[in-house]
């Protein structure tokens, strides 16, 4: 079983900021920070409304995770613009992502089969600046093996349905989902593509998901950024870590 990596989304710092047109929390130190504690990389979704993360920020973010050697996430939409933006920073790893507008936060995966003769050429050009594509879906088969027919190295599952319904008291519902999750971490891995997570992750949900064999890495912020209100960011991102890092050893005993 591959280690399992924690990327931490620092957009929700970014919202708290922008609350008062202020120029803290500054999104850079929270991702300072979550590197100490133990985060393997930084996630930031540059919105085209800039609802949250800026332009500047993802500036100021590439800069540093280039320097402590850690990769930065661009969470992108598939539009001209995006791609112009990541295609000159050239990050480390492009998560390409549905998006609209009056939606609060992702409200489901990319429809990669409707959008393809948009997305794969996004891909190719992504690939070929050197970034590692990964695509946000839902654990649909159809999805997901679209997703490697258009070129993409990466799927990044949505969980959220999943923690929702867990949240809901709904156990059969929710077990429904997670089966749903395994098998498609199974064929997405059968494939050659690497698998990761996101999406609704707290410490209530996080232990299912993370036994999940196939899975190289889970991307959470929205739970660790309002955890980190109450112990901090240090003590949010170690504890999740230390969830993680249990179920994995479990799983594999």
């Known amino acids: 079983m591959n280690n399992l990596r924690l990327g931490v989304n620092i957009d929700h710092v970014a919202t708290i900021r922008n609350a008062r047109g202020a120029s803290y929390p500054e999104p850079a130190r929270a991702a300072e920070l979550a590197l100490a504690a133990g985060a393997d990389g930084i996630t930031a979704h540059l919105r085209e409304d800039r609802r949250h993360i800026s332009d500047a920020d993802i500036e100021v973010l590439a800069a540093l995770c280039l320097k402590r050697g850690k990769p930065l996430n661009f969470e992108m939409a598939v539009t001209d613009e995006m791609l112009g933006i990541a295609l000159s920073h050239r990050p480390r790893a ?45 654990a649909d088969p159809v999805q997901i093996r679209a997703s490697a027919e258009i070129g993409a190295q ?42 990761h997570a996101g999406h ?37 991102i170690q504890r999740m870590r230390a969830l993680m890092d249990a179920a994995r050893t479990e799983a594999a005993a």
């Not at 319904?165 to 593509?193: P, S, Y």
């Not at 232990?207 to 959470?220: F, G, K, M, S, V």
């Open 94 to 138: 492009a998560c390409l992502v549905p998006e609209r507008r009056e939606e609060v936060t992702t409200e489901g995966g990319l429809n990669i089969v409707a959008g393809h003769n948009h997305i794969a050429p996004a891909v190719q050009k992504l690939r070929d600046a050197g970034s590692r594509v990964s695509l946000f879906i839902d």
């Open 200 to 236: 609704g992750i707290d410490y209530a949900t996080v232990t299912p998901i993370a036994a999940i064999p196939e899975l190289a890495e889970l991307n959470i912020g929205h739970f660790l950024i309002g955890e980190a209100i109450f112990i901090g960011l240090t003590g949010a």
């Open 154 to 195: 990466v799927v990044e599952l949505h969980t959220g349905a999943y923690c929702d319904a867990f949240r809901a008291g709904e156990a059969d519902r929710a077990e429904a989902i997670l089966a749903r999750l395994r098998d498609g971490a199974a064929l997405a891995g059968q494939l050659g593509l690497e698998v």
